[in-house]
């Protein structure tokens, strides 16, 4: 296994031991096939980037965000290079997630069930 790989799995334990607010109340509701059933495993190291939340039998990677992702031009481009690895990437904000959990998971469920769908809003 690569330097930047161990270096890339370490970090990626670090965050899953000391997650944001909005990702602990997010990861309650997903954790052991609470939504709907599906699988969902949290701080995922993947093509050089470390997904929030991953579902990998729907291919959907679920990032929370915080004001600081706005307008990012990293994220963008992390994004294109998820989407060529076959994922879709849906980006919701930690507000949302605090303010209305249900609705948060209402969405992460139509994505993961319909990979028509299309993020439109942000």
């Not at 470390?50 to 915080?66: N, Q, W």
Request: charge should be positive; hydrophobic fraction near 40%; include cysteine.
């Amino acid at each position: 296994m690569s330097k930047d790989m161990n270096r890339l799995r370490g970090f990626a334990r670090d965050m899953r031991s000391a997650p944001t607010e909005a990702e602990e109340r997010l990861w309650g509701a997903l954790r052991n096939r609470r939504l709907d059933k599906l699988k969902f495993r949290r701080q995922v190291p993947i093509g050089g980037f470390i997904a929030d939340f991953v579902c990998m039998e729907a291919k959907l990677i679920v990032e929370l965000d915080g004001s600081q992702h706005a307008e990012s031009t990293r994220d963008r481009t992390r994004d294109a290079n998820l989407e060529e690895r076959g994922f879709r990437v849906l980006r919701l904000w930690n507000d949302d997630v605090m303010r209305d959990l249900d609705s948060t998971c209402a969405t992460i469920l139509a994505f993961a069930r319909d990979p028509s769908l299309k993020q439109d809003w942000r």
